[in-house]
Nanobody, 126 residues
């Protein structure tokens, strides 16, 4: 089964750190880029950090300098290291992966195939 398996998260006090992991399991296609999104209660899902296959990174302004996205290619796992956490970082965090255009299952996907993790809750509170 093709899936993104997330781990990490939990509760932490303001100023603390957490690391999220996302492992691509059963995905046989090359992955173009991976990213982390989050959705806070009552808000839309937003991009937190992205990492391309070429190693380029992109961060939301709100997390720049505090969060770091990285990838272990051997383990096919992407990480989100979160430091100096703030209460406004509280959200469900989702892992996202996209393939380049690919032929799969008898069809052609010109925009690639997109995968999502199941989400993990991060709570920052004193």
């Amino acid at each position: 089964q093709e899936q993104l398996v997330q781990s990490g998260g939990g509760s932490v006090q303001p100023g603390g750190s957490l690391r999220l992991s996302c492992a691509a399991s059963g995905i046989i296609y090359s992955i173009d880029h991976m990213a982390w999104y989050r959705q806070a209660p009552g808000k839309q899902r937003e991009l937190v950090a992205a990492l391309t296959s070429g190693g380029n990174t992109n961060y939301a302004d709100s997390v720049e300098g505090r969060f770091t996205i990285s990838k272990d290619n051997e383990k096919n796992t992407v990480y989100l290291q979160m430091t100096l956490l703030k209460p406004e970082d509280t959200a469900v965090y989702y892992c996202n992966a996209n393939t380049p255009p690919v032929e799969a299952g008898g069809g052609f996907y010109p925009y690639g195939i997109e995968y999502w993790g199941e989400g993990t809750l991060v709570t920052v509170s004193s």
